[in-house]
């Protein structure tokens, strides 16, 4: 009877946290034809450079756009992996959505959905208020790149997209994010 083994894996999924093994994303990879989402901005033609930069991977946005890591950002960025399976993401993306509200024109915040499907990832983005731009990493290729697999991870960025500090495990509150800001890329907010 295949039933308990259904419930069985139900109930690995919801005690396993915010971990993703490999694959775990099986759903459609189409984009909706609205997103919740705001497009990528634009970015230079310079390489990121740096004494430590992120892979040069590039991921499409389904609010339009794309964000390639191998390319500067041109102002100090703040990129937050997130998926809808991650509990404490539920927590934190919103936390992102104010800190983005309070920094427009100073840092950028731009999300990576990893390991997700597009329909799940829209739907807790809605259900979390969160609107800023986010590229989408279906199949966690940064997250395999970077040897994680459990969320959030935050980077964050200079102009020159070297990478400044990262932060594991989700943030506690807005203040917390303008102080790593402070720190990390010198923005005072």
């Not at 139900?10 to 984009?31: I, R």
């Not at 989402?37 to 756009?65: H, K, Y």
């Not at 041109?74 to 959505?97: D, F, K, Y």
């Not at 969320?151 to 990262?166: E, K, Q, S, W």
Request: charged residues 15%; proline residues 7%.
């Amino acid at each position: 009877m295949r039933r308990p083994a259904a419930i069985a894996a139900l109930l690995l999924v919801a005690v396993s946290g915010c971990t993703a093994d490999e694959g775990s994303a099986a759903a459609p990879t189409t984009t909706s034809a609205a997103s919740v989402l705001q497009a990528c901005p634009e970015q230079g033609d310079a390489d990121a450079e740096g004494a430590d930069v992120l892979p040069a991977l590039s991921f499409d946005c389904p609010g339009g756009g794309s964000l390639d890591l191998g390319r500067a950002p041109g102002e100090p960025t703040v990129l937050n992996l997130w998926g809808s399976w991650c509990g404490p993401c539920r927590e934190e993306l919103p936390l992102m959505q104010q800190f983005a509200d309070a920094s427009a024109g100073q840092v950028r915040v731009m999300g990576l959905i990893s390991k997700d499907g597009h329909p799940q990832s829209e739907s807790f983005a809605a259900d979390a208020g969160v609107t800023f731009p986010s590229a989408f990493d279906g199949d966690g290729e940064l997250m395999t790149e970077l040897g994680i697999n459990a969320l959030p991870y935050t980077y964050f960025l200079d102009a020159d997209g070297a990478l400044a500090y990262t932060q594991v495990g989700p943030v506690s509150s807005v203040d917390e994010l303008r102080a790593l800001a402070a720190e990390h890329l010198g923005v005072q907010l």
